[in-house]
């Protein structure tokens, strides 16, 4: 990586914030024992090399793109199509390798030239229509590594805009606990997970719990409740209600008893 060159066209950031430090903030790369990089095996350079070239990308500017949206009417028909287009890599020169850069760059030229070319109410010559029966298939089932991403981003799937906004960079659990979370439940037998492909299938009795809760306490499969719970206590920290208002409530809403 020493001798790869990338621009110096770096960027003032912060790249912690010291507000959201919990246990694990970042794997920061020090330079310290490079000189034993050489006798690593393969599969640690690689580890290595994308630690340390995600870290660089934090200083670079952002990547911008073109974007584009045609609409093209064949007989009485319409037909809608939209892409994008690199303009400026930014961090991108950094994450991308030198393979996928050689084909981007000749794929942008090609998409530019004929962007160019395109003009409103212009008619162009169709080469070939072809119809294809198809057939929507179902979300691929969650693996170890997206499963983490998907607790991560758990607000994304919460309407109430406040609310959404109230967990995001939160999401279930903390990056210290999501990997912990998974393997308590596959520990307690609600998951398995398997040793190959890492994909996770819940056990019969993981599915009978969750019948369980879904009839007794539904809220608590919906993440609205951990961003609900999230507020509440952001509005204590910020001395906007007391605690005991907001330990009443919780015990009203779900009939606890403490």
């Known amino acids: 990586m020493v001798e790869e060159k990338y621009s110096t066209n770096l960027?003032?950031?912060?790249?912690?914030?010291?507000?959201?430090?919990?246990?694990?903030?970042?794997?920061?790369?020090?330079?310290?024992?490079?000189?034993?990089?050489?006798?690593?095996?393969?599969?640690?350079?690689?580890?290595?090399?994308?630690?340390?070239?995600?870290?660089?990308?934090?200083?670079?500017?952002?990547?911008?793109?073109?974007?584009?949206?045609?609409?093209?009417?064949?007989?009485?028909?319409?037909?809608?199509?939209?892409?994008?287009?690199?303009?400026?890599?930014?961090?991108?020169?950094?994450?991308?390798?030198?393979?996928?850069?050689?084909?981007?760059?000749?794929?942008?030229?090609?998409?530019?030239?004929?962007?160019?070319?395109?003009?409103?109410g212009e008619k162009i010559n169709i080469l070939n229509l072809e119809t294809k029966d198809a057939e929507t298939s179902p979300p691929t089932r969650y693996?170890?590594?997206?499963?983490?991403?998907?607790?991560?981003?758990?607000?994304?799937?919460?309407?109430?805009?406040?609310?959404?906004?109230?967990i995001k960079g939160a999401g279930i659990g903390t990056s210290a606990t999501r990997a912990e979370i998974m393997k308590k439940l596959e520990k307690i037998k609600y998951i398995e997970i398997n040793s190959k492909t890492q994909i996770i299938t819940p056990t019969t009795y993981g599915e009978i719990i969750y019948d369980v809760v879904l009839n007794v306490m539904p809220d608590m499969l919906n993440p609205k409740l951990t961003a609900s719970w999230e507020k509440g206590l952001d509005m204590v920290a910020k001395k906007e209600i007391e605690p005991n208002e907001f330990m009443r409530k919780a015990r009203k809403l779900y009939k606890i008893k403490i």
């Open 11 to 120: 960027v003032k950031t912060k790249y912690v914030n010291d507000s959201k430090i919990t246990d694990h903030y970042a794997i920061i790369p020090t330079g310290q024992g490079y000189e034993n990089f050489d006798a690593l095996p393969n599969l640690q350079k690689d580890i290595y090399k994308v630690i340390v070239k995600r870290f660089l990308s934090i200083f670079y500017p952002s990547a911008e793109f073109n974007k584009i949206s045609i609409t093209i009417n064949i007989e009485n028909e319409t037909f809608n199509t939209s892409g994008k287009v690199c303009i400026k890599q930014g961090y991108l020169e950094v994450l991308k390798s030198k393979k996928e850069d050689e084909v981007n760059e000749k794929e942008t030229e090609n998409n530019i030239d004929i962007l160019n070319t395109l003009k409103k």
């Open 143 to 166: 693996n170890s590594g997206s499963i983490i991403l998907a607790m991560e981003n758990a607000g994304k799937l919460i309407e109430d805009e406040e609310l959404r906004e109230q």
